[in-house]
T-cell receptor, first 113, second 112 residues
Framework: KQEVTQIPAALSVPEGENLVLNCSFT??????LQWFRQDPGKGLTSLLL?????REQTSGRLNASLDKSSGRSTLYIAASQPGDSATYLC????????????FGTGTLLAVQP | NAGVTQTPKFRVLKTGQSMTLLCAQD?????MYWYRQDPGMGLRLIHY???????AKGEVPDGYNVSRLKKQNFLLGLESAAPSQTSVYFC???????????FGQGTRLTVV
């Protein structure tokens, strides 16, 4: 059974800091991994999608890496801003095995002005 | 292009009542998922579908049923609601493994 863990559960940083969020998964047989952002009371918005054959993806100040063999992904946020405050979730999709999309429990990020 | 639409957005049920949540997507996506989100527990997969006419159990399927009679719609049913089913329910859809998942805005359900 695939299990996805995110550490830390909560993080508070001052504005301008660079930060790293972690995601680990127990079964390396994944098809892709996604990072999402969730604002309070809202749905999820996809930030980055990394295929199993890729090592990283970048979008603006965000960079996500994937090490499938070790079951780990990181989301790097550069020069954090108060508008980055949200819950960040990672999810793995195992493709043709079961086609399940399994989520971690998320990291609640607060960026202090 | 509406994306993924969930109805209703809010609902209060009495214990033992039944209801159906509707998830509709207009992106011709094959895969659709129902989750519940509870504080501190992330999103837990209830049921999912890999195409029209198919359904499969997720991690927490007990007390729920689903149907996908049309490709664009995925219905989640509660036959006899219990207070433990108080939660926020999210629907998601994916076209294929090379594309991102899209989410609805959620349904906040309270069972009293």
């Amino acid at each position: 059974k695939q299990e996805v863990t995110q550490i830390p559960a909560a993080l508070s940083v001052p504005e301008g800091e660079n930060l790293v969020l972690n995601c680990s998964f127990t079964d390396s047989a994944i098809y892709n991994l996604q990072w999402f952002r969730q604002d309070p009371g809202k749905g999820l918005t996809s930030l980055l999608l990394i295929q199993s054959s890729q090592r990283e993806q970048t979008s603006g100040r965000l960079n996500a890496s994937l090490d499938k063999s070790s079951g780990r992904s990181t989301l790097y946020i550069a020069a954090s801003q108060p508008g980055d405050s949200a819950t960040y979730l990672c999810a793995v999709w195992d493709g043709g095995a079961t086609n399940k999309l399994i989520f971690g429990t998320g990291t609640l990020l607060a960026v202090q002005p | 292009n509406a994306g993924v639409t969930q109805t209703p957005k809010f609902r209060v049920l009495k214990t033992g009542q039944s209801m159906t949540l509707l998830c509709a997507q207009d992106m011709n996506h094959e895969y659709m998922y129902w989750y519940r989100q509870d504080p501190g527990m992330g999103l837990r997969l209830i049921h999912y579908s890999v195409g029209e006419g198919t359904t499969a159990k997720g991690e927490v399927p007990d007390g729920y049923n689903v149907s996908r009679l049309k490709k664009q719609n995925f219905l989640l049913g509660l036959e006899s609601a219990a207070p433990s089913q108080t939660s926020v329910y999210f629907c998601a859809s994916i076209y294929d493994g090379n594309t991102e998942a899209f989410f609805g805005q959620g349904t906040r359900l309270t069972v009293v």
